[in-house]
């Protein structure tokens, strides 16, 4: 008769449980070894404040959904966001401006040294349906009125106009100096302009001036009849809008030299002249670079341009400039 300790009887057991549980663990970790991980990181977008509804509505979600990293932007006039980042106020990874100059003056401080550009975005008079003015507004989009009419009825005295500030953005720029190109194009009166900006062209302090991003919610409001709006802008945000012709609109690459025609000094000093209105995209600095790099790739790439085209803007081949361009953006541009 043979008489088992209780106590040794266990063992063998426990050590086959533990010698099972080691196999589940390293079945566990051999599993989990061939997930890849996650990309960790944030894409940190500064971008023209025209650029606002269609990147936190539309890109920014898209890019986080196909490429897993964050994204987290800033709306603001594309000087500005320019001025900012040179005085360290503000730290974004990526810049989307309105025309190379705000990304040209990063530069010298080795921010960055190349930009793509990939889209117009022309230029219309967004107007309130509401506005004592309505009934114009409406003829002049349908062209029952003339162009001209436009340029008349903003002379009024007690029309509310708002715009930008032409020394901190693009389009506040861009606004004055379709004014010039129309008093140009059909010969109005010389004061035109002024009348309309109800100031001089560099002035900060005109009562048309508005921030960027408060523009349009003003219109919106029915506190302004009329407002400078670019297409994706009126479109995005179902803006009533006006058409310009595109010999003013400074939407048409191919007519950079008409747009050229025109010019004004800012209060800098530094000459505002006609030309195309670009979107530029670029990376700045190193902070989640990979995150950056895929951003802008997304931007430029098939799927990023059918979202920019849905949402109004005149795709335009893209183009480079610059140098050190980073090889997942180089990559994109090379898929045709």
């Given at each position: 008769?043979?008489?088992?300790?209780?106590?040794?009887?266990?063992?063998?057991?426990?050590?086959?449980?533990?010698?099972?549980?080691?196999?589940?663990?390293?079945?566990?970790?051999?599993?989990?070894?061939?997930?890849?991980?996650?990309?960790?990181?944030?894409?940190?977008?500064?971008?023209?404040?025209?650029?606002?509804?269609?990147?936190?509505?539309?890109?920014?979600?898209?890019?986080?959904?196909?490429?897993?990293?964050?994204?987290?932007?800033?709306?603001?006039?594309?000087?500005?966001l320019s001025q900012e980042i040179l005085a360290g106020e503000i730290?974004?990874?990526?810049?989307?401006?309105?025309?190379g100059k705000p990304i040209e003056a990063l530069y010298p401080k080795k921010f960055t040294s190349w930009y793509v550009s990939f889209?117009?975005?022309?230029?219309?008079?967004?107007?309130?349906?509401?506005?004592?003015?309505?009934?114009?507004?409406?003829?002049i989009a349908s062209g029952t009125k003339p162009i001209t009419d436009l340029f008349t009825l903003m002379e009024q005295p007690g029309f509310k106009l708002?715009?930008?500030?032409?020394?901190l953005d693009?389009?506040?720029?861009?606004?004055i100096l379709m004014l010039m190109l129309a008093q140009k194009q059909y010969h109005l009166p010389a004061n035109t302009v002024t009348k309309i900006i109800q100031g001089q062209p560099a002035s900060a302090n005109s009562p048309t001036?508005?921030?960027?991003?408060?523009?349009?919610?003003?219109?919106?409001?029915?506190?302004?009849?009329?407002?400078?709006?670019?297409?994706?802008?009126?479109?995005?945000?179902?803006?009533?809008?006006?058409?310009?012709?595109?010999t003013i609109n400074q939407g048409d690459p191919a007519l950079k030299t008409t747009y050229e025609g025109v010019s004004f000094k800012l209060?800098?000093?530094?000459?505002?002249?006609?030309?195309?209105?670009?979107?530029?995209?670029?990376?700045?600095g190193k902070k989640d670079q990979a995150a950056a790099d895929a951003f802008v790739a997304y931007v430029l790439s098939p799927a990023g341009?059918?979202?920019?085209?849905?949402?109004?803007?005149?795709?335009?081949?893209?183009?480079?400039?610059g140098t050190a361009i980073p090889a997942s953006v180089s990559k994109e541009l090379g898929s045709g």
């Open positions: 008769m043979i008489i088992t300790n209780s106590r040794s009887g266990r063992r063998p057991w426990r050590l086959l449980v533990i010698a099972c549980a080691g196999l589940v663990a390293v079945g566990c970790s051999s599993s989990s070894s061939s997930t890849p991980a996650k990309p960790s990181g944030t894409a940190n977008v500064a971008y023209a404040g025209s650029l606002a509804n269609l990147n936190e509505k539309v890109i920014g979600p898209a890019f986080t959904k196909a490429t897993h990293y964050s994204y987290l932007g800033r709306g603001a006039g594309s000087k500005a730290s974004p990874n990526v810049f989307e401006s309105i025309g889209a117009a975005s022309p230029l219309v008079v967004a107007y309130n349906p509401n506005s004592k003015y309505a009934s114009d507004f409406k003829a708002g715009r930008t500030d032409p020394n693009p389009q506040g720029e861009a606004f001036i508005f921030e960027e991003t408060a523009l349009e919610p003003r219109l919106q409001a029915g506190q302004l009849d009329a407002a400078s709006a670019y297409l994706p802008q009126a479109i995005q945000l179902h803006l009533p809008y006006i058409t310009l012709p595109n209060a800098s000093g530094d000459v505002a002249q006609g030309k195309p209105l670009v979107v530029d995209i670029t990376t700045i341009l059918a979202l920019h085209k849905a949402g109004g803007y005149v795709l335009l081949p893209r183009v480079a400039s």
